[in-house]
């Protein structure tokens, strides 16, 4: 059973999160080669390599997509271009726009680019225009027309001695322009396809471009004649010329000759010799990639290849992004993959914590390939395996070994070396006849995984007990049970491995009895969920499984009578997953309506509701150590939560404290008479009624109006607020009213009225007081009267040589003669003013 001292959680707080940050379009590494800049909408976000976060993000207020955006040579300006074809320059390390003015191009703009001064700006629109802009002067200096339709490409020559800009529009061919003549000097022709990227040579003399049309081509700019033509065999979308003066004889550079690489639609980098048009380097790649890329290499949209290719020559490196939007970072000589960042995970399915204390995270999401996260860095391992989309994970005990299963019918176990953190595939198995939704690890050690499939069948598969050897492990499994009607949704094995439950769209869930010799029968069946079941999972401590379904329903069972213990209801779609947490004490639920559920078991309240994704969250996972959890969901946003019970308490208990020592303070100001620091103590603590009986202290002493005035003038002005929001407060209540005003008598009697309306919510605060100092006038008004009329009364009343004011009241015992019944009446009308006066002061 759980621990009686265990303290419930009550809250979770983000602790890190992993967003989409490129969707596609344009990315660009900065000269310093320390930041990433990628469009993903309407923003432009800035990676920062080193540690993988998102450091500085700029978005167009206008929420329009931007179509292009350049960053300057010297690194400190970012022009972006949007839909509403407004250009806008800014200091991206401030996220502030510094300008913005209209583009001259009628049609949005395709492509930008600065010269290497940082001064010079060209921008290739729709309209088949190009501008050329002084960013530092502000004005557009030349207009270059003669292209036909979208300019794609410009690019400055990198020597600006040459003023020579280049750029490529649907014609296919590249036009060469002299920005000293704003004339096209010439058109090179030898593409048939879109030209993708253009690289030039160290000295200048020569260039290299690329197309679809699955050719590079090399030319020499001082004859403007191509020099080659190269046969490449795959759409090209990046070609970079490799630095002369590099040992590369890894990558098959035997010469000092002119060699480039290239970056495509089968996904792998080769290296080519310009002069003999040779390839004599190929990256190796995965076999599930060749195998698809194989399939896939007529298509446009392969998903993976290549989409750009950059040199970044001060730490010799190259980086590629794929169509996948994912950006990998090699090390050259060798092209060994040094960092490999997600841009957009599209749909996450599952997540689950790996590794030595939980220090990475694996991800499936809506591709074959799954992801492995750094926490720490935010670097990413791609896994290559299942050739269709990951369903669902499940991790080992020990966090170094876990499992996949895939809609491509298959089962395989994965392994984390635990020391460099390289993970690699160990086993797999295919056995199901549909996609494999469902799969669950043994407990105890690692012995067997369960799956349920599409097939309506569970299969338990046995590991072998050696899973470091360098061959990929065929599991088969020991036993298949045709458990339901319909897709099983989820498997769950028992903490002590000896029992299996399963759910199913047919809206039951069902335990299973795992033998020693390899069976599994049927122990009972769960029933009374109204849709269909997407999680099951056993308690850590207690005969119990909890069960979570279609219908906006988590469900307790027993397992000895398979009866419902506890329904919990809260979400407003259906539960997707459901995990114990507190040692079995307390749940986490997860739906489709993008929420988190913290529930606790014996009193079936909803402790907590945690609200970060915006669609479905699928997975739901919590640490070895039970401190963090970790969320993903459609929306592609993937959320690390730390448990903050333990810090909230002790804030709390460390506010209470500190509430009581500074009110000991507060009294020990008050008997010494230091009103000045008793008032500022009230006002910091943010208690009116204490503030309150600091003022009353004042004005109950000698001199009370000029101790009030000397007290009030030497607060500072964010104390004043603060007593001008009190005075409101008090000044509502007829017994407060006079301290009130006190106070409101000294700030407008030595305040200018243009320095008291500069306070915050200085105008709602008058507006608060003037409908109270009225009815308090009025009520002194009433009074006023009621006094006169008194006055009056006695005045009539009184005889000439009459008694004293105690012989009356002497006399008012007696009650004999007729004057004394005179006085009598008058008395009576006395009681009656008196009366009517304190019901007035009541008021």
Known sequence: MANTNLRFKTNYAVSSKIEPFYKGGKVQISNDEQYIFCTCGSRVNILEISTGKIVHCVEHDDQEDITSFAVSSDDELLVTASRALLLKQWDWRRASCTRSWRAIHTVPVASMTFDSSSTLLATGGCDGTIKLWDVVKQYCTHNLKGSSGVVHLVQFHPDISRLQLFSSSLDCGIRMWDLRSSQCVCVLQSHYSSVTSLSFSADGGTMVSSGRDKICTVWDLNTRQAKRTVPIYEAVEGVVLLPKDADLSQLGVKSKDSHFITAGSKGILRVWHASTARCVYTQKAPSTLSSATGEAEDQDDNPFGLTHLFYLPASHRVATVTAEHNILLYQLPGLTTQQQFVGYSDEVLDVKFLGKNDSHIVVATNSSQLKVFELLTNSCQILFGHTDTVLTL??????????????????????????????????????????????????????????????????????????????????????????HDKDVNSVAVSPNDKLLASGSQDRTARLWSLAVDGNISLLGVFRGHRRGIWSVCFSPVDQVLATSSADGTTKLWSLQDFSCLKTFEGHDASVLKCIFVSRGTQLLTSGSDGLVKLWTIKTNECVKTLDAHQDKVWGLHASRKDDKM???????????????????????????????????????????????????????LDQPHTALT????????????????????????????SLL????????????????????????????????????????????????TERHMQRIGRLLQASMFLNYMWQKMRVAGGPTRWDIVRRLSLCGSERDNQLVVFASLIRICMVHCLELLSR
Not at 447 to 465: M, R
Not at 647 to 672: F, G, T
Not at 739 to 766: F, K, N, S
């Open 725 to 772: 929001r009190f005075c409101v407060v008090w000044n509502t209540n007829a017994r407060n009213c006079l301290d009130a005003q006190a106070v409101l008598q000294v700030l407008l009697t030595h305040m200018p009225p243009e320095e008291l309306l500069q306070y915050q919510g200085a105008r709602t605060h008058l507006e608060g007081l003037i409908p109270y």
């Open 394 to 483: 499940d991790v080992f005990k020990k966090g170094f070994l876990f499992a996949s299963c895939a809609k491509d019918r298959s089962v395989r176990v994965w392994q984390m070396d635990s020391d460099s953190g390289q993970v690699c595939c160990v086993a797999q198995g295919t056995s199901h006849t549909n996609a494999v939704g469902s799969i669950s690890c043994s407990r105890m050690k690692a012995s067997f995984v369960a799956t349920g499939s599409q097939d309506c069948t569970v299969k338990v598969w046995d590991l072998p007990p050696d899973l470091s050897s360098e061959d990929i492990c065929q599991l088969t499994p020991r036993t298949t049970e045709k458990a």
């Open 630 to 684: 970790v969320t993903a969901s459609a929306d592609s946003n993937i959320t690390v939560w730390a448990d903050v019970t333990e810090a909230e308490l002790a804030e709390e208990q460390a506010k209470q404290e500190d509430q009581i020592l500074k009110q000991q303070e507060l009294s020990n100001l008050l008997h010494e008479k230091k009103y000045l620091k008793a008032l500022g103590l009230a006002i910091s």
């Open 694 to 721: 600091v003022i009353k202290a004042i004005r109950s002493g000698e001199d009370r109006c000029e101790l009030l005035e000397k007290t009030l003038l030497k607060l500072r002005v964010d104390q004043k607020e």
